[in-house]
Nanobody, 127 residues
Framework: QVQLVESGGGLVQVGESLRLSCEVS????????LAWFRQTPGKERQFVAA????????YYAGSMKGRVTVSRDVAKNTGYLQMDSLKPEDTARYYC????????????????????WGQGTQVTVSS
């Protein structure tokens, strides 16, 4: 069974950077999409970025576009989300998620299309 484990969250000041990691514990195929979402209490999960493990992408959307970079290290079975110029409104719990390789951007951005999720890591940006 595939498991995802996020790490790297924490408390930072406005303008600082963080790099989140998502370790993929078991891989049965290289043909999948790894995505990052974020969520605040009472809100739906919001798409941040995604990358296809075998190659393809990256894909970005939302208010963090231009300030984040998604990548993966196949040898380490780990995906990354580099976040720069963080703002207080970026405060959220960040999740990585996995699904079979997406065929469209709409699918890539839809959290309901993902079958495996990590436990999330909290990011708090203080002003």
């Amino acid at each position: 069974q595939v498991q995802l484990v996020e790490s790297g969250g924490g408390l930072v000041q406005v303008g600082e950077s963080l790099r989140l990691s998502c370790e993929v514990s078991v891989r049965t195929s290289n043909s999948f999409t790894l995505a990052w979402f974020r969520q605040t209490p009472g809100k739906e999960r919001q798409f941040v970025a995604a990358i296809n493990w075998r190659g393809g992408g990256p894909y970005y959307a939302g208010s963090m576009k231009g300030r984040v970079t998604v990548s993966r290290d196949v040898a380490k079975n780990t995906g990354y989300l580099q976040m720069d110029s963080l703002k207080p409104e970026d405060t959220a719990r960040y999740y990585c998620a996995r699904r079979g390789r997406s065929a469209s951007m709409a699918t890539t951005m839809d959290p309901n299309k993902y079958d495996t999720w990590g436990q999330g890591t909290q990011v708090t940006v203080s002003s």
